[in-house]
Protein backbone atom coordinates (compact mmCIF):
# COMPACT_ATOMS: atom_id res chain seq x y z
CA UNK A 1 0.00 0.00 0.00
CA UNK A 2 1.40 3.37 -1.04
CA UNK A 3 0.54 6.42 1.43
CA UNK A 4 -0.91 9.60 -0.50
CA UNK A 5 0.98 12.73 -0.63
CA UNK A 6 0.12 16.19 -2.36
CA UNK A 7 3.21 18.37 -3.13
CA UNK A 8 2.52 21.58 -4.10
CA UNK A 9 5.83 23.25 -5.73
CA UNK A 10 6.80 25.70 -8.32
CA UNK A 11 8.25 23.51 -11.58
CA UNK A 12 11.95 23.91 -11.19
CA UNK A 13 14.47 21.97 -12.62
CA UNK A 14 15.04 20.54 -9.58
CA UNK A 15 11.70 19.43 -9.24
CA UNK A 16 10.73 18.30 -12.50
CA UNK A 17 11.31 14.62 -12.26
CA UNK A 18 8.72 14.31 -9.34
CA UNK A 19 6.05 16.14 -11.15
CA UNK A 20 6.84 14.01 -14.39
CA UNK A 21 7.34 11.09 -12.77
CA UNK A 22 10.76 10.24 -13.32
CA UNK A 23 11.80 10.17 -9.63
CA UNK A 24 9.61 7.94 -7.84
CA UNK A 25 9.95 7.08 -3.69
CA UNK A 26 9.01 3.69 -3.00
CA UNK A 27 5.67 3.62 -0.77
CA UNK A 28 4.88 7.03 -1.90
CA UNK A 29 1.64 7.65 -4.36
CA UNK A 30 2.67 11.38 -4.91
CA UNK A 31 0.35 14.39 -6.58
CA UNK A 32 2.55 16.80 -8.13
CA UNK A 33 0.68 20.31 -8.08
CA UNK A 34 2.83 22.78 -9.80
CA UNK A 35 1.69 26.31 -7.97
CA UNK A 36 4.15 29.35 -8.14
CA UNK A 37 4.04 31.45 -5.22
CA UNK A 38 2.91 34.25 -7.31
CA UNK A 39 -0.23 32.06 -8.03
CA UNK A 40 -1.22 32.07 -3.85
CA UNK A 41 0.92 29.03 -2.99
CA UNK A 42 2.47 30.43 0.08
CA UNK A 43 -1.08 31.98 1.31
CA UNK A 44 -2.71 28.55 0.40
CA UNK A 45 -0.94 26.69 2.85
CA UNK A 46 -0.81 29.37 5.48
CA UNK A 47 -4.39 29.91 6.29
CA UNK A 48 -5.54 26.13 5.15
CA UNK A 49 -2.37 24.02 5.39
CA UNK A 50 -3.85 22.67 1.94
CA UNK A 51 -1.08 20.41 0.96
CA UNK A 52 0.95 17.81 2.60
CA UNK A 53 3.76 19.51 1.59
CA UNK A 54 4.65 22.74 0.09
CA UNK A 55 6.98 24.98 -1.27
CA UNK A 56 6.92 27.84 1.75
CA UNK A 57 8.21 31.14 2.69
CA UNK A 58 10.34 31.03 6.16
CA UNK A 59 9.36 34.03 7.57
CA UNK A 60 5.88 33.17 6.84
CA UNK A 61 6.81 30.14 8.62
CA UNK A 62 8.89 31.44 11.55
CA UNK A 63 5.95 34.30 12.01
CA UNK A 64 3.28 31.55 12.36
CA UNK A 65 5.48 29.47 15.16
CA UNK A 66 6.02 32.62 16.94
CA UNK A 67 2.30 32.79 17.06
CA UNK A 68 1.64 29.25 18.52
CA UNK A 69 0.72 27.80 15.31
CA UNK A 70 2.69 24.12 15.11
CA UNK A 71 0.60 22.84 12.13
CA UNK A 72 3.47 22.83 10.06
CA UNK A 73 7.10 21.42 10.12
CA UNK A 74 10.02 23.19 8.03
CA UNK A 75 12.66 20.86 6.89
CA UNK A 76 15.45 22.12 5.00
CA UNK A 77 14.82 21.78 1.32
CA UNK A 78 15.01 24.68 -0.93
CA UNK A 79 13.79 23.79 -3.99
CA UNK A 80 14.22 27.01 -6.20
CA UNK A 81 18.07 27.70 -4.72
Not at 7 to 36: E, F, K
Not at 46 to 61: I, K, N, P, Q
Not at 63 to 79: N, S, T
Amino acid sequence: MKVPLTLACGLYDRTVALQNGTAVADGIDLNYISMRPADGLFRRQARHAEFDVAEFSLSTYVILRARGDERMVAIPVFPSR
